[in-house]
């Protein structure tokens, strides 16, 4: 009975790669020119959808657009060599930015963080970002999102991260990456017990001046003399704090979640601006400053 069991589930996880295999972008790479005699144009290449379409990116020689079939498998050929447990029934394909970045996700584990709220849940998952646009890095990453509340965060500590442009150089830097989703996972239940710590970490107004002066360039100090623009935005972040501290607390995770819980709910609109845009730099710069905080 269980090697039956087992034989079906190979064969629902074939199944469901060759899916997604379906759903994948197929790139060219397209030599630019501006159609005008006597006038020469650079080495520019636009990469497209193998059926046209908008530009994905316009890049130069060197770029070699990812062949995702082949960046799949290394994916699921990796996570099987890693020995971590995920369900790849579970695997996700995602376009952001129209197609000019893309990446897999696959949940992860499932934390119960240490504050005061029973079943305070943090969900993660891993993902392996990669692009069409000349910019995004191959990377091995993940996210995280706490459940009740609905605050989402990406990974901070981007220096322990794989990342390597796509070019003819890195074919074959993609290959396997099972230490790096060991390395991952090691670096969230690191990234749940510092915030674990953030809940006994008592804070005090100075903190608070020191915090919001280094994440946000805010002066608590001079707040009136600020532009009503400003004033309105700090409002936001202090109404997010206040409200996450009513529930878990006066210390420093509490401060942390509040301005997750900002960037979740105001500044970012979709989790595509929670990756990628500028919610994610000051997202990590928070983690950064909160986790460094004497």
């Not at 509040?258 to 928070?286: C, M, P, Q």
Request: aromatic share 10%; proline share 1%.
């Amino acid at each position: 009975m269980e090697t039956m069991q087992l034989l079906n589930n190979v064969e629902q996880e074939a199944k469901h790669i060759e899916t997604i295999k379906g759903q994948l972008i197929k790139a060219k790479k397209i030599q630019l020119h501006t159609g005008l005699e006597g006038w020469n144009s650079p080495k520019a290449y636009g990469v497209y959808r193998n059926d046209g379409g908008d530009c994905l990116g316009v890049v130069g020689e060197s770029f070699k657009p990812m062949d995702l079939e082949m960046y799949l498998d290394s994916v699921v050929n990796s996570i099987y060599s890693s020995g971590i447990e995920v369900d790849i029934n579970k695997l996700k394909y995602e376009e952001y930015k129209g197609g000019k970045k893309v990446a897999f996700n696959i949940p992860l584990k499932k934390y119960e963080l240490q504050t005061k709220m029973p079943g305070d849940i943090l969900e993660t998952k891993l993902m392996f970002k990669t692009g069409f646009d000349g910019f995004t890095k191959c990377s091995v990453s993940y996210s995280t999102l706490r459940l009740w509340c609905s605050n989402g965060a990406a990974r901070w500590n981007e220096d322990r991260a794989i990342s390597f442009k796509n070019t003819k150089n890195n074919n074959d830097r993609f290959m396997l990456f099972t230490d790096q989703i060991i390395k991952a996972s090691e670096d969230i239940d690191n990234y749940v017990s510092m915030l674990n710590d953030l809940t006994f970490k008592s804070i005090t107004e100075a903190d608070l001046d020191k915090y919001y002066l280094r994440v946000f360039g805010i002066n608590r100090q001079n707040y009136h003399d600020q532009a009503t623009r400003r004033q309105n935005t700090f409002d936001k972040i202090n109404e997010a704090v206040a409200f996450e501290m009513a529930n878990t607390g006066t210390n420093m995770f509490s401060v942390l979640q509040g301005v997750t819980r900002y960037l979740t709910h105001e500044v970012a609109k979709s989790e595509e601006d929670l990756l990628f845009s500028s919610a994610n730099r000051i997202n990590s710069l928070a983690h950064s400053v909160a986790f460094s905080l004497n």
